[in-house]
């Protein structure tokens, strides 16, 4: 059984196929009587600012061997392990993802973590190379990762059927803890301005505030104002934010990665790969317009669940672990940023229609083929049947993620792979005439 991981300074995602195994933070809080990693930490991380930890993958990646320290190492190694728990015990191969970030003491001290877990790495890939080509593209294709404390660019060399990875451009200091920061700064003087409530005040306020962002920023994408609202002391503190002034905030962040990006490629048409979770909140589809950049959305875990299309001698051809920085090139055809709605209507769907029986949408909904050729919906992969679409909803919305744009439709439009779904959004499969809406049902 081989299980891909991926891994950077923002989470471990760990994947064996066909589901998603655990998408962990890269967080830990260590205090007198308790000890937190992953997603525990990350829900803490302002309650317990000064004992919270979330660089000790940065360190790794960016290690030099003569300051090499201890603790980070301790740390990653502890993040390692609780992550690959969840994994079954019949795992005997293993694919390691990484970013361009990692020195040869990183890989080195990664491997080593690994070896000490009794981690059976096979193959290591270069992330970048993962990501799809545009069929028929002329122009060049760049790797944009945004992680915790830097952002990775990374330019793809074409050669004949093969992506080659070049040299990274790191922005050092320009990740999401910053942006984070600089964009609850802002809506902190807001707050304070018009209710007098300050959410740096304490602890619980300031995680409140910090756990709010992602849905707030989402929401400044679609609409003209935000609603924030904060809870202190059995009372409502409210206030509305008109979105442009929120993205004021970051648009020299965003202007800088556009700068960096057209610093690397010599190119006029240029298509930036990116997490799909990133462009919801940040918005960078304006790349587009305002720096004309063409955008590739990737959804989360594409590039563990991508490691699948090539076997082992591919990987590592001569059976040494290695970073691998040159694959053959998956191509696509689909339209890019196809977003799949057919209205404004950003109301979250709760249940998707199929066969006149509605779903309820509790995490994720499965569609599935099997060897029969039928269609069945099932909350997560079961047996030998072949994995067709996920539904999933998160704290952001509902979406839409599979692996083949030309097979699946919303709104008969090719869905891009990762693709936020609204009420009355219609899915359909190219050989099957089912069809499922998504729909709201009344309590």
Not at 251 to 280: A, H, M, W, Y
Request: glycine content about 4%; charged content about 25%; hydrophobic content about 35%.
């Amino acid at each position: 059984m081989r299980i891909a991981i991926e891994l950077n300074d923002t989470a471990i995602i760990i994947h064996d196929g066909t589901r998603l195994i655990n998408n962990s933070p890269g967080y830990a809080i260590e205090t007198k009587n308790d000890f937190w990693i992953g997603n525990e930490a990350r829900d803490r991380a302002y309650l317990y600012s000064n004992q919270c930890n979330n660089k000790f993958w940065y360190e790794i990646a960016c290690a030099d061997k003569k300051e090499l320290n201890q603790q980070n190492i301790n740390l990653a190694m502890r993040h390692l392990e609780h992550a690959w728990g969840q994994v079954a015990t019949e795992a005997n191969t293993v694919v390691l993802i990484v970013p361009g970030t990692f020195t040869k003491t990183g890989l080195g001290l990664l491997l080593g973590i690994c070896k000490e877990l009794n981690i059976p790495v096979q193959a290591m890939v270069h992330q970048s190379v993962l990501c799809p080509y545009q069929a028929d593209h002329k122009g060049e294709t760049v790797h944009v990762d945004i992680q915790l404390h830097h952002t990775v660019i990374t330019p793809l060399k074409k050669i004949e059927k093969e992506f080659i990875a070049a040299d990274s451009k790191v922005l050092h200091g320009s990740g999401l803890i910053k942006l984070y920061e600089h964009i609850a700064e802002y809506l902190a003087q807001e707050f304070i301005k018009k209710t007098r409530l300050d959410p740096m005040h304490n602890a619980q306020l300031e995680q409140q505030l910090y756990d709010c962002l992602p849905d707030w920023l989402q929401q400044s994408q679609n609409n003209d104002t935000v609603d924030c609202k904060l809870q202190y002391k059995n009372n409502i503190y409210e206030i509305e934010v008109h979105s442009p002034a929120l993205h004021r905030v970051y648009e020299r962040f965003i202007d800088t990665i556009s700068k960096t990006i057209q610093s690397v490629s010599t190119d006029n048409n240029i298509i930036v790969c990116l997490s799909g979770i990133i462009d919801l909140q940040l918005g960078l589809r304006n790349l587009e317009n305002k720096h004309q950049l063409n955008l590739r959305v990737l959804d989360t875990a594409y590039f563990a669940k991508q490691s699948f299309e090539y076997n082992d001698e591919i990987l590592s051809s001569d059976g040494q672990v290695y970073l691998n920085k040159q694959l053959p090139y998956k191509p696509l055809s689909d339209p890019l940023n196809i977003t799949g709605s057919i209205n404004d209507n950003h109301e979250q769907p709760d249940h998707v229609l199929f066969r006149d029986y509605a779903y309820e949408i509790k995490d994720r909904i499965v569609m599935l083929k099997n060897r029969q050729g039928d269609y069945g919906l099932k909350p997560e992969y079961s047996g030998d049947s072949e994995e067709v679409f996920i539904i999933s909803k998160t704290a952001e919305g509902v979406y839409l993620e599979h692996h083949t744009p030309q097979r699946i439709t919303v709104n008969e439009q090719p869905a891009s792979l990762f693709c936020k779904l609204g009420i009355g959004d219609r899915i359909s499969i190219s050989e099957s005439d089912e069809i499922l809406t998504l729909i709201k049902v009344e309590a």
